[in-house]
């Protein structure tokens, strides 16, 4: 993949501090955005701003067709069988949500998680467990043991909430099999696919999960947009999570009917230029190609793993081969504070990390760790990138 050839779509990257180019390894977090996504969103803006399903002038028959092609498009980039089963959200985190609170789960009802949850898919179930839903963790560890995973299973279990690809240290489960077993058991699986699908050629239907939530902050889209896949069968039985406005096909002084999914589920004027702008980014991410993605990323964390070998005191959270850690180099520098390397990174160097417990505080306090530096790495990033991170983190770690 020609990396330095998709910088150029990539204005941000142009850019200079003191006089150095900046160096994004924050990807994991949010990423950056091609000029295709904000030229798709500038067009609704400049040629078509009206609302959907509203009006019948013509600015509104447009942004309406431009609507529903964005659907589409993000219905047929995850592999959903119509466009009717993706649901436009905020972020993965308001997709959980409305599954916790619209499936339906009733006191004595089980849900199952792993230990390595983002904070998106651990306080929701906590939340419902103090109404009677009983919640249950199973260890997955840097190696998913299924049989690890069968104990915490019986027909109590009503849904199974995981984890697809971890941002804590880039580990994927196995999906498609924790979705048979968990079928097995009369359980439904839902997916936090923040982290996998900006990376991997997800298909939901070969996964065999009932939900699937992502965000496109996390794949070149705009912030606060994101979509929740559902089996249309079960997306029917569910009343929305937020009501009134677009949701409902009429009403009365005493009553109304929601409309069907997925518009019952969209309350209120949407941010319809961000989801068209969702829409340009997965177009953009299939003609680069998901599996050269996904090659290129872990080429260079594996520069980056092999680069920072051998140092004393440097721990990498989660698996040594980098293949297993997809795009994420997650790792504590003893004697050597998280937040002090990210600051010394960037101020020395413009190179951007996160540094801290990555809204997976329940991992790290389970493990006794303050904290950890990732860098977390896509598409545009290069090899000489890679490079200039393992020469700068072998320059810090002579600070000890």
């Keep these: 993949m020609d990396a330095e050839k998709i910088r150029g779509d990539f204005p941000i990257l142009q850019r200079r501090v003191g006089g150095k180019p900046i160096v994004y390894f924050d990807n994991a977090c ?71 609170r619209c499936l339906g789960l009733r006191k004595g009802d089980v849900v199952v998680t792993s230990d390595r949850e983002h904070n998106s898919n651990l306080v929701p179930w906590q939340t419902l467990s103090k109404e009677g839903v009983e919640h249950r963790i199973f260890k997955a560890g840097d190696s998913f043991d299924i049989a690890e995973f069968e104990e915490v299973m019986d027909r109590n279990v009503k849904l199974v909430s995981v984890v ?82 677009d949701t409902v096909e009429y009403s009365t002084y005493s009553g109304h009917k929601f409309l069907k999914p997925p518009e019952r589920f969209e309350a209120g004027l949407q941010d319809y230029a961000g989801m068209i702008g969702f829409a340009e980014a997965a177009r953009y991410l299939d003609r680069v190609g998901k599996e050269r993605v996904e090659k290129h990323v ?13 140092i004393d005191g440097l721990r ?7 293949e297993q850690r997809s795009g994420i180099f997650s790792f504590v520098l003893e004697g050597m504070g998280y937040h002090d390397v990210a600051m010394l990174l960037d101020n020395n160097a413009n190179i951007m990390v996160r540094s801290g417990q990555h809204c997976v505080h329940s991992w790290f306090r389970a493990h006794g760790i303050e904290g950890s530096v990732r860098a977390s790495l896509y598409l545009y990033n290069t090899e000489e990138e890679a490079e200039s991170f393992v020469d700068e983190v072998r320059k810090i770690a002579k600070l000890r």
């Design 164 to 245: 697809h690809t971890s941002n804590l240290d880039g580990v994927t489960l196995p999906l498609k099999e924790i979705s048979r077993l968990a079928h097995d058991y009369g359980a439904l699986v839902l997916a936090d696919g923040a982290q996998a699908v900006p990376h991997k050629d997800v298909n939901v239907r070969k996964l065999g999960v009932d939900f699937y939530a992502f965000s496109g902050h996390k794949m070149l889209g705009p912030t606060g947009t994101g979509a929740l896949y559902g089996r249309y069968e079960l997306l029917e039985r569910m009343e929305p999570l937020i009501s009134g406005g």
């Design 298 to 310: 872990v080429y260079l964390n594996r520069i980056i793993t092999e680069g920072l070998s051998g």
């Design 30 to 100: 949010m990423t950056l955005k091609p000029v295709h996504v904000m030229e798709a969103m500038n067009r609704y803006y400049m040629e078509f701003s009206a609302c959907v399903g509203r009006s019948g002038h013509r600015l509104s028959s447009e942004a309406e067709e431009a609507w529903a092609e964005s659907r589409k498009t993000i219905g047929k980039h995850v592999g959903a069988k119509k466009s009717e089963e993706i649901v436009f959200t905020r972020n993965t985190t308001e997709g959980i949500n409305i599954v916790a």
């Design 316 to 322: 990498i959270l989660g698996p040594e081969e980098a």
